[in-house]
């Protein structure tokens, strides 16, 4: 304070000029401020600062404000694209809070269908995995570690406390797909409701997670940290980051050799010089072909077959049944490429033979017709937006745009659709050599674009596929083991159990419940419920003749039901009174189910009594 008194005992006008202009406003040129005095703003108004100890205590406050009284303090955690974190970067909270916010979800499904009511399995089924796994496993790939076992360790690392919540609630969910009881086990419900254990899907899904970190542009930052986590993947390390987990733990992808979808692929303004076309019906399509009049006819095709992929093109001229040439490409195994890739290899080798085969000066004179039997092909070819092969797309571009300035017309060429299997011989001739080519034959490089004269990316949807059919696989094996299994055999070998879920969508939801309650052994009667501490005796009140409550005395034995099983044995016939028999065929079942309404024993208003 008394450094600005001195300042303006010994200050000139044009001094405090300069001060009054940095304070109105200190980013701009003192101005020229009319008065030597300061202008201090108060609460609602301005007033005029005349006093060198006013002025003094002014610019003190203006040029070294005040320490805030306040201090901020650390937050337990904060939120980044609704991903919680915390001061020491671990995702505790995270797994905190996805576990609550699912629970909190699936405890409000559950109010969908109870088991005498609501909403058929099939529907719940559709909505939680649309809706109820998506928001338990949002950002899994960064807080979910699957749990495993390090080198001399006894224990288990990893995301293991999540995972069983995460199996619990997965459980909750299946009881009020299926309307069992709660005592049924957890792989038979998952295998009724026809969903995967959840330790498998995580990871699947977190495979799966990595496989799209791979397609990533060579523009996009993490492009590059992948790659050097792969390189780096040999070096041993105390603490991962997730990239790292996910590159050692699937160490079979290399992110190089996976294709790149980039964030764009045309501009909306582009004009093709190709024309497309689709018939309408499969009929139409052949009759197009038969009157196409075109001199130049090239028909593509791909194939997968025995787990391979390959790609052909002929070229006909005139009324030729020959073609005129052929070219062939084996892309590679169904586990990294898709026969959606080999049809765009196939058309990739057709705009080649235009621009090879032809004589360059017929190109834009004569009617050249393409022939694709995949309209997701021909689709597109009219989309703008980027996806799966899309850098065969861009090659096929590449190729066609260099046609732009040859003969007078525009359109170079037309893309046409002709059924599959039409019996039309030259498609059918086509056919033939795709599988050819995925049975191993490849044109000589000489005779095909540069693009394919090196190895071809592997596909997206390839390696997805393949994430997918290795989990159920790991599911499969996993119930061949359970103790389980055996008993569900004998009624239902199919894994898993799709022909049920087809047959609870056209049963009411209380018929629905009882069936997977027969086919469990897990169904309210005396037997069961006293077994639980849920019934004070396991004998038969209804006929009193001392005999446990079981299915099989409910449905077959019990003398209280005679007239109602009179009707049932003769929808039965011969499969009359073996539960076995009964639960194999749907129309058995259908009049079991009706049996059990008739009786009245299992009331359709009945509750689950809370243990």
């Not at 300069?18 to 609460?43: C, E, F, H, W």
Request: contains cysteine; positive net charge.
């Amino acid at each position: 304070m008394e450094h600005w008194e001195d300042f303006l005992t010994n200050a000139s006008t044009a001094d405090m000029w300069t001060a009054n202009g940095y304070i109105k406003n200190p980013v701009r040129d003192a101005g020229k401020p009319r008065i030597p005095s300061l202008k201090a703003n108060k609460t609602d108004k301005s007033a005029k600062v005349d006093t060198n100890a006013e002025k003094a205590s002014l610019l003190a406050t203006v040029f070294f404000p005040k320490k805030p009284e306040r201090q901020a303090s650390p937050t337990l955690s904060a939120q980044i694209k609704r991903v919680t974190m915390d001061p020491d970067l671990n995702w505790k909270a995270q797994e905190t809070a996805a576990v609550s916010k699912a629970h909190k979800w699936v405890t409000l499904f559950k109010r969908l269908a109870r088991t005498t009511g609501g909403l058929n399995g099939t529907l719940m089924r559709q909505l939680y995995r649309s809706v109820g796994l998506p928001k338990l496993t949002y950002a899994a790939d960064l807080w979910y570690e699957p749990p495993h076992i390090k080198p001399n360790n006894k224990k288990r690392s990893g995301s293991v406390r999540v995972l069983g919540q995460l199996q619990r609630i997965q459980r909750m969910a299946a009881i009020a797909i299926t309307g069992a009881l709660k005592s049924t086990a957890g792989d038979v419900l998952d295998i009724h409701a026809n969903l995967i254990p959840i330790e498998i899907y995580m990871e699947s899904l977190r495979r799966r997670a990595y496989i799209r970190i791979c397609t990533l542009p060579t523009n996009h930052i993490l492009n590059r940290t992948v790659q050097i986590a792969y390189m780096n993947k040999d070096i041993i390390k105390m603490q991962l980051s997730p990239i790292q987990q996910m590159v050692s733990a699937y160490r079979d992808i290399d992110p190089d050799r996976v294709e790149k979808i980039g964030h764009s692929k045309r501009p909306v303004y582009f004009k093709p010089v190709y024309l497309t076309e689709t018939a309408p019906t499969r009929q139409a399509s052949i009759t197009a072909e038969k009157e196409d009049k075109a001199r130049f006819k090239i028909y593509t095709d791909g194939s997968g077959i025995n787990g391979q992929v390959g790609a052909a093109a002929t070229l006909y001229e005139g009324n030729q049944q020959e073609p005129t040439a052929i070219r062939h490409y084996h892309l590679g195994p169904t586990t990294k490429y898709t026969t959606y890739d080999a049809e765009w290899i196939g058309l990739l080798l057709a705009v080649w033979l235009i621009t090879t085969v032809l004589e360059q000066g017929r190109i834009g004179i004569s009617n050249i017709s393409v022939y694709v039997d995949n309209q997701s092909v021909i689709k597109t070819l009219d989309n703008t937006r980027p996806g799966p092969a899309q850098h065969i797309t861009d090659a096929f571009q590449t190729i066609a745009e260099s046609t732009r300035t040859k003969g007078p017309r525009i359109k170079k060429f037309d893309i046409k659709w002709i059924s599959a299997h039409s019996e039309v011989a030259r498609n059918e001739r086509v056919d033939e050599e795709a599988k050819a080519a995925a049975a191993g034959s490849t044109s000589p490089e000489d005779n095909l674009p540069e693009k394919l004269q090196q190895p071809l990316p592997y596909s997206k949807s390839a390696l997805v596929q393949a994430a997918k059919a290795e989990a159920k696989q790991k599911w499969k094996e996993k119930w061949q083991k359970s103790d389980r299994r055996p008993r569900l055999e004998e009624i239902d070998e199919e894994f898993p159990c799709k022909t049920y879920m087809r047959v609870c969508r056209l049963l009411p939801r209380h018929q629905a419940s009882r069936l997977i309650q027969l086919r469990t052994g897990h169904i309210p009667l005396n037997d069961y419920l006293h077994k639980r501490k849920l019934a004070q005796t396991n004998k038969c009140k209804k006929c009193r003749s001392g005999q446990r409550e079981t299915l099989q005395h409910f449905l077959f034995e019990c003398p209280a039901y005679r007239k109602q099983r009179v009707i049932m044995d003769r929808a039965h016939k011969d499969a009359r009174h073996n539960l076995k028999s009964i639960l194999k065929d749907v129309r058995y079942t259908t009049a079991v189910l009706q049996y059990i309404d008739q009786t009245g024993r299992l009331p359709k208003k009945y509750h689950q009594p809370e243990r």
